[in-house]
């Protein structure tokens, strides 16, 4: 079974600073993070594939920074300026070059507060 392991979330205020990390057992060649808010659908936030090729939400852009660490095979997502627009679960995800196997975290809470 595939564990995806998240770790980081939490409350902060607006402005604030937090760091996500999702650590798997094994490498796959795209990893990332989506988040879902309250009565909207999941929306991607970031990814990164195994060469380091980024990918940004536009409403993101600028403020987090997604990075790897592949002896790890651990993901990172730094979020910087929160705004209360940031608050939801975010899932970090796992897969293929294809997109199979795809595996995804439990979710964890941040909340942004004005």
């Known amino acids: 079974q595939v564990q995806l392991v998240e770790s980081g979330g939490g409350l902060v205020q607006a402005g604030g600073s937090l760091r996500l990390s999702c650590a798997t057992s094994?490498?796959?060649?795209?990893m990332g993070w989506y988040r879902q808010a309250p009565g909207k659908q999941r929306e991607l936030v970031a990814t990164?594939?195994?060469?380091?090729?980024?990918n940004y939400a536009l409403s993101v852009k600028g403020r987090f920074t997604i990075s790897r660490d592949k002896a790890k095979n651990t993901v990172y997502l730094q979020m910087t300026s929160l705004e209360p627009e940031d608050t939801a679960v975010y899932y970090c995800y796992a897969e293929g070059r294809w997109g199979v196997p795809q595996y995804w975290g439990q979710g964890i809470q941040v909340t942004v507060s004005s």
């Open positions: 990164v594939n195994i060469g380091g090729f980024t």
């Open positions: 094994e490498s796959y060649y795209n």
